[in-house]
């Protein structure tokens, strides 16, 4: 309404009704209660995440696709193919850390509807297409593939008698006709069957060749049947592949009782790490399973192995939906074998004759300080191991790992968590060119600045100059959804500054060099005594009855906000260690503290700054560098 009324054009009457209708939709606001009358379920956020993903999303990606082609028509002189380069994944209704509302019922409950989601605007977008495709055999010649594929068609499954009489002359719109009453025919279906993603892409290529075989290539780079394309690629029947994400202290649990009904070994917990390593080695390389049939298992167990079997019918079904498995606060080489011998369980993962087969992508998450500070030791130990190798190779060498920015945050202070990510994502990318591995970081970005928020183009391009491969993955979480996705014209530049940032992140990278030691040392030093600081804060004995005194934690913690608890404790009372990052940062923002977006700072620039070590002018140095760099990117700092 808002760029109807910035017209020019616009007649007075126009204008009136524009005005009339915005008045309205804020009287409606300011009518409208501000909290939820009760917590949305699960299916509620998966189905308000459906809303972003089939608006401003689904019109927006065909968009960024189409700019990127014309600009390397425009400014190398040819015209070239662009592979489908953004995409979407999703965790809601299948990220059960810490959820209790998250089963195996919902997350195959959250595939029917994003299938049917994507299906309802395939098929609008058919039923404008065959609109537009209107060329008739009688004046314009019909292409031979069309011809053959219109046969199959009609012998697989005829059209309705009324539709085959009305495009009789018009092949492309008897075409869409087929397509259109297929996919009709998948929204009454609650499996994966029949006519697939694969199918589709390959009928829509039909189209595209036929039109351009007529002389008519423009109507499809330009027109519907391009974005269609584009949507295909990027969407399939899934809408965005659904990553799974657990608690390693859950598939331990679970694997010690299998380990102990197998009769295999009572007491797995009580292993050191070299041992349980070796025990998971050993079963993995053993073809049988483990759970003998008819045992009951505990309910915590069954959840986790019904989470595998959800898994596994989502690889056999529609392998383009099945996302990542992400291990939550992965400490150690077991946390990640765990994982795939309860996939081997589930009939997710086999070893023969020295190759392993299996569709799971197994993401270590590092969180914590200590556990990014770690991170390099892990994986190269992760990547050393036999059993981890051969994996990785039936996966194509690729490994993506997870950071976390929230928990690093609520773990060490916002100095120590920021400057711990730049160092470990330097150390990962080293680790995983010395043993050949293809890695993606996966930027577990909030969106407050407590929690890694900020503008994603630049943080793309401040990452370590080894980190950029072209490969990319970030979430984008709570208000940061609707504040970038509400809209078509602010997602188009959102996606629009992050595509640009990961293609000149490398070439920048090279012109602006390596960080030299003594400003690494400054750093490491500010990020020491900031941490320090902070953690005599929240460690003090006084602390947490202060902090649930002067915040809201505890009322928020009854808020009807999200189907997520505050806590990943189950007792009554919420305690700092189980506390989740966002509410501990939301809290401190009612009371305008903010502590976690500064606390400790000040104590570890000061500190240095008072020794003679020339601190000061390498800091003055940084400033101006900040500045420079943020006016570069259309930004000022002051």
């Known amino acids: 309404m808002f760029d109807a009324l910035r017209d020019w054009a616009t007649t007075p009457k126009e204008s009136r009704q524009l005005l009339s209708r915005i008045y309205h939709q804020v009287t409606l606001l300011v009518g409208t209660d501000q909290m939820r009358a009760a917590c949305p379920t699960v299916i509620d956020e998966v189905d308000n995440g459906l809303y972003f993903l089939c608006n401003a999303i689904w019109e927006t990606v065909p968009r960024i696709h189409q700019d990127i082609k014309r600009a390397v028509a425009r400014h190398y002189g040819r015209a070239t193919a662009v592979p489908t380069f953004l995409r979407f994944r999703s965790w809601i209704g299948s990220d059960r850390d810490g959820n209790p509302n998250v089963t195996a019922q919902v997350t195959r409950k959250t595939l029917v509807m994003q299938r049917r989601s994507a299906l309802t605007r395939y098929l609008e977008d058919l039923r404008k297409l065959r609109r537009s495709l209107s060329f008739s055999q009688r004046l314009v010649p019909i292409p031979k593939a069309l011809a053959v594929s219109l046969a199959a068609d009609e012998e697989a499954q005829p059209l309705p008698p009324y539709e085959a009489r009305l495009y009789r002359h018009e092949p492309l719109r008897r075409k869409v006709s087929y397509m259109m009453m297929r996919l009709t025919s998948l929204k009454t279906e ?142 150690s080489v077991s946390h990640v074998l765990e994982v795939l011998l309860l996939a081997k369980e589930a009939g997710l993962w086999c070893q023969r004759d020295g190759v392993v087969e299996s569709p799971l992508d197994v993401v270590p998450l590092f969180e914590t300080i200590d556990d990014l500070n770690k991170s390099g030791r892990l994986l190269e130990q992760l990547f050393t191991n036999p059993t981890y190798q051969t994996h990785l190779q039936g996966r194509s060498s690729l490994q993506e790992i997870m950071l976390g920015y929230s928990d690093s945050n609520k773990d060490g202070g916002y100095w120590m968590a920021n400057w711990s990510l730049h160092q470990a994502q330097a150390v990962i990318a080293s680790v995983c060119a010395n043993h050949g591995v293809k890695m993606r970081l996966f930027h577990g970005r909030g969106g407050t600045v407590g929690r890694g928020g900020g503008r994603a183009g630049q943080a793309i391009m401040a990452m370590p100059a080894a980190t950029h491969n072209g490969r990319i993955r970030f979430t984008e979480q709570g208000e940061v959804i609707s504040f970038r996705y509400a809209l078509g014209a602010i997602a188009h530049r959102h996606l629009e500054q992050i595509t640009r940032a990961v293609l000149l992140a490398p070439a920048q990278s090279l012109e602006s060099g390596t960080v030299d030691g003594s400003a690494r040392a400054l750093m490491t030093q500010i990020a020491d005594r900031s941490m320090a600081a902070y953690r005599k804060l929240v460690q003090d004995d006084a602390f947490w009855s202060w902090y649930v005194a002067v915040t809201p934690i505890e009322q928020i913690s009854g808020l009807p906000i999200a189907s997520r608890p505050v806590s990943r404790g189950t007792g009554a009372e919420v305690a700092f260690d189980d506390l989740r990052a966002i509410p501990w940062v939301f809290a401190w923002t009612q009371t305008r503290y903010l502590v976690p977006g500064w606390f400790g700072i000040g104590r570890g620039a000061g500190a240095v700054r008072s020794e003679p070590s020339g601190a000061v002018p390498v800091l003055a140095v940084f400033s101006r560098r900040v500045g420079q760099r943020a006016e570069c990117h259309g930004t000022r700092t002051p």
């Not at 351009?212 to 394309?229: K, N, P, Q, T, W």
């Not at 969407?235 to 331990?252: K, N, P, Y």
């Not at 298992?297 to 595998?308: K, L, N, R």
Request: proline share 3%; aromatic share 6%; glycine share 6%.
């Open 190 to 331: 609650r499996a994966f069957s029949g006519y697939t993603a694969r199918n589709f892409r390959y009928d829509l290529e039909i189209l595209r060749q036929a039109l351009v075989s007529m002389g008519h290539a423009s109507l499809v780079e330009e027109g519907l049947l391009g974005r269609l394309l584009i949507r295909a690629e990027a969407f399939g029947f899934h809408m965005a592949a659904l990553d799974v994400r657990q608690h390693s202290a859950r598939h331990t649990t679970a694997v010690g009782e299998l380990l102990a009904l197998a009769a295999v070994h009572v007491e797995y917990a009580s292993l050191s790490e070299s041992d349980r390593c070796a025990l998971l080695e050993q079963e993995l390389a053993n073809p049988r399973p483990l759970l003998p049939r008819g045992v009951v298992v505990s309910e915590d167990t069954h959840e986790v192995m019904d989470t595998f079997a959800v898994v596994r019918d989502i690889a056999r079904e529609e392998p383009a939906a099945l996302g990542s498995y992400i291990i939550s606060m992965t400490h």
